[in-house]
């Protein structure tokens, strides 16, 4: 049977020209050939981690909405651009401090709060740092604020920041971290004292012009802005959550910045695509194997130590990491106060050691579960880690964990080894909260109790002479890794690639200060 | 049609509330403190005990349910923990592009398969015909994560043809950035329902009313129009209700691929931050999408052949 219908239309010549015609209709408007080329000159594009829904610095939950707050908002002082950790002047004029617990500063006269909220004053720098540690504010990040008491109003632009006792990280963290930002005592009062997802009164050197959930926030040039002019008219942020997907839009020219993963890194060191530059920043976080010293099948100290030795972390990096990232000697990572020259256990296995010290335990048939998330990095290193045990007779069963069960681990009492990660801010004190005898069973997995440690911990905080507060954060990390229960293995790297039209201002860790990006 | 549309409708409120139910028990049966994963390691007691109390998460679990249901009725679907605004409107707001995606993955993917479809069965045993089986089996068989990938890499890296990211500001310029997530879990139902076209045209094409059309000399164009596709198409609009579920999945994977916004994504990552009012709320309203629409598909199925308003 053969039917001739549709004969007209169907036609080899008339169905071409039709689609033909379609196609170039449909393309037309579209600005179909080049997207690439589509791109506003005045626009960065510029990829984040995740979206950013809150604009008050009292619930901010990190370095996604800080990256907004940074540009909207502005601080006594911001970090400086470059490979060291550094501060510079922002919405201070002057800034000293004058002993350990008192800091005078004096604010600049040309900022202003938009909606009609006035000039900034020290009134609003009084406001929003003592919101942070009032309780009713329920701030999760009072902790920064450290044992700040006050901020006493001296003049109008003019006051000084009293604390309750020297407070090292407050010129790290406290002033020019999330913690830092100023907003307008005016404009979150008439808010009724909490501000939402959209900013109630901004004075940066950008405004947020709009915010579409889960797919872009758009930052506009502030008119009113009377300090250096910030090189873009418009950054575009958008949230991607999958570094593949952010490594093709880059390479299809629609970002101008992201972080890039760690097994991209060899592909791109050979050459970036559309003129771009990778650069290579090392990170802040912190990777290490950590033991139970609850359980029972972990009190053995030579057992543990035996495990300690058998991991051979550059093995594990080469797999896990495609060899972009450096071993690491304990949670405070280089450039920072209180980093370890070298660990007490050597990066590389010591497989004769790590046998005799087995031998030594007495343990035999040994057998442990090891908790991950359930990301490839952390199975291949388990794999890793897995074979390196056999070596020694020790069996080891992997539990993959989706990222919500993982991250309540804390209080899971049968947990034996976890492959852990934390970030961490620029202050060493933000890496040794989590293991102190008051976190053990929250975030501190390993149960690790050291009285020393915790007051290592507390005085480390206070003490202001750099060169005795890095010993400090040296002998704490000795304690950990002392504990046996501790194998620490990197602090991973901050690979980023950008496009030719922009020069990224990026912290020592490659985060962006986007208010600071030029143009090439 | 009318008692058949009320029994419809009444099954489909109560798969809702079996699935919704589900959820509901399903996710709370998931390891980990909510309260703990959504506010953060540094978050206060103080600050736990309130959002505990808040999402009633002290009262026993069958309470729970009550409660979400009795807001429910009222329309209060609840409040985001972390941006402070309302559930209703977080889901609104995503519902719009994980909607275009699915129905322009739709419109494109059945107007080419019943084509096809439509063309090897009126050319059976043709070359056009192997040719159309064997693309509709190619199609079926890409998966559509790999599919995504490389029509990135061809079309939005490679020639830069479509954008690759994002959903675009503007009629043409959100059409533009459809084509590539549209076409990626579109392409494996444009030879799912050619297939189904081509079949369903051929026992229609032998049956006696068509040789009796033929008998009476009917324009063969009018036949196969006019008296062969609309029964031949029947299969289709089921198949397309219940591919509604289908496709509101592979969205999820586009979503993320091509960082899209939409529901799929929002899901994703209340599940991941245990965020239980924005999962439950949009549950809530993909479940409903998903049974609405083959209520509606068995609808269209039982106006167009009456036979089927017997058949539920």
Redesign the interface.
């Known amino acids: ?7 007209a239309p ?1 036609g080899r010549r008339s169905f071409l020209k039709g689609a033909t015609a379609l196609g170039a209709a449909a ?1 037309m ?9 589509a791109q506003d000159a005045g626009t960065l594009r510029v990829r984040a981690y ?2 950013a ?2 604009m008050d610095p009292a619930h901010s ?1 990190g370095v996604v909405e800080e990256e907004i707050h940074a540009s909207i908002y502005n601080k006594l002082i911001q970090y400086k651009p470059g490979s060291e950790w550094g501060w510079q002047l922002d919405a201070a004029a002057m800034i000293e401090q004058v002993d350990p617990t008192h800091v005078k500063f004096a604010l600049r006269d040309d900022i202003g709060f938009t909606n009609g909220h006035g000039a900034m004053t020290a009134e609003d720098v009084k406001f929003s740092f003592e919101r942070i540690v009032a ?1 009713a504010t ?1 701030s ?4 920064d604020m450290g044992p700040l008491s006050h901020v006493e109003v001296t003049g109008e632009r003019e006051g000084t920041i009293v604390l309750n006792e020297p407070f090292a990280p407050l010129w790290s963290i406290a002033l020019p971290y999330i913690t830092g930002n100023i907003v307008s005592k005016a404009a979150v009062e008439a808010a009724g004292g ?1 501000i ?2 959209d900013p109630v009164a901004e004075s940066g050197p950008y405004l947020r012009a709009s915010w ?5 926030t758009v930052l506009q040039r502030n008119p009113d802005w009377k300090g250096d002019a910030p090189a873009w008219d418009t950054i575009e942020i ?5 570094e593949n ?2 490594e ?2 880059f ?5 101008d910045l992201t972080r890039v993963s760690l097994g991209s890194v060899a592909r791109y060191r050979d050459g970036v ?1 559309n003129g771009g530059t990778l650069v290579e920043n090392p990170s802040l976080f912190y990777v290490w194997l950590g033991m139970n010293l609850d359980h029972p099948k972990l009190q053995n100290k030579k057992l543990r130590q035996a495990i300690q030795h058998a991991i051979d972390v550059p093995t594990i990096l080469e797999a896990s990491y495609f060899g972009a990232a450096e071993p690491s000697t304990g949670i405070i990572a280089p450039g920072l106060a209180g980093n370890r020259a070298q660990g007490m256990v050597a990066p590389q296995a010591n497989i004769e050691k790590a046998m005799a010290l087995l031998a030594e335990s007495g343990e035999t048939n040994v057998t442990l579960s090891l908790d991950i998330l359930n990301k490839t990095t952390y199975t291949t290193m388990a794999q890793v880690i897995q074979a390196m045990l056999a070596q020694i007779g020790i069996t080891l069963e992997i539990n993959v ?5 993982f ?2 681990s ?2 899971n009492e049968d947990l034996q080894l976890v492959l852990n990660r934390f970030s961490m801010a620029p202050d060493p004190s933000y890496a040794t909260a ?1 293991f102190t005898t008051e976190q053990a069973g ?2 501190n997995w390993e149960r690790f109790r050291n009285e020393e440690f915790d007051q290592l911990h507390a005085a480390a905080s206070a003490e202001t002479d750099t060169a005795k507060r890095a010993e400090m954060y040296q002998r704490a990390q000795d304690l950990m890794e002392e504990s046996g229960a501790y194998r620490f293995i990197t602090h991973e790297a901050t690979p980023v690639v950008h496009s030719s039209r922009v020069v990224p201002a990026l912290r020592p860790d490659g985060l962006s200060l986007l208010r600071y990006f030029g143009k090439a | 049609m009318l008692s058949f549309a009320l029994r419809r409708f009444a099954l489909a409120a109560l798969i809702l509330l079996v699935a919704v139910t589900l959820m509901f028990l399903m996710i709370r049966a998931v390891p980990g403190d909510p309260v703990q994963i959504m506010l953060g390691p540094r978050a206060t007691p103080e600050l736990q005990a309130r959002l505990t109390a808040e999402l009633a998460l002290d009262q026993p679990i069958w309470r729970q349910l009550v409660i979400f249901y009795g807001n429910m009725l009222q329309g209060d679907l609840g409040t985001d923990v972390f941006s402070g605004r309302s559930v209703t409107q977080i889901v609104f707001q995503q519902l719009p592009f994980t909607l275009e995606l699915i129905f322009a993955s739709i419109i494109w993917s059945a107007a080419l398969g019943i084509l096809l479809g439509a063309y090897a069965a009126a050319h059976p045993n043709t070359v056009i015909d192997r040719t159309v089986a064997v693309l509709s089996v190619s199609f079926v068989a890409a998966p559509a994560f790999v599919v995504a990938l490389l029509s990135l890499l061809l079309f939005a890296v490679h020639l830069q043809w479509f954008p690759a990211i994002g959903v675009g500001d503007g009629f043409w310029d959100r059409l533009d950035h459809l084509v590539l997530p549209a076409f990626a879990i579109g392409l494996s139902w444009v030879g799912y329902i050619a297939r189904l076209v081509r079949a369903s045209m051929l026992e229609v094409l032998g049956e006696n009313h068509i040789r009796t059309a033929r008998a009476f000399g009917l324009a063969e164009r009018r036949i196969v129009m006019v008296y062969a596709l609309r029964i031949a198409i029947l299969p289709v609009v089921t198949v397309i209700g219940v591919g509604m579920g289908f496709l509101l999945s592979a969205a999820v994977f586009a979503e993320i691929v091509f960082a899209r916004p939409g529901l799929g994504k929002l899901v994703i990552d209340s599940i991941t931050t245990r965020n239980y009012p924005i999962v439950m709320g949009s549950v809530l309203i993909s479940t409903g999408l998903f049974v609405v629409s083959t209520a509606l598909a068995d609808l269209i199925n039982a106006w167009l052949d009456p036979r089927a308003r017997t058949s539920t």
């Open positions: 049977m053969k039917i001739e219908w549709m004969k169907t393309a408007p579209m600005g179909w050939a080049g997207h690439a080329f995740g979206d829904p809150n939950v309780d329920e999760p990040n009072k902790p909490r939402g997802s579409s959930p889960k797919e872009k958008y949230p991607i959550d999958d997907t952010a093709i839009a390479e299809a020219g629609e970002l695509p964990l989706e990222s919500g069960a991250w309540a804390g209080d989590w929250i975030w």
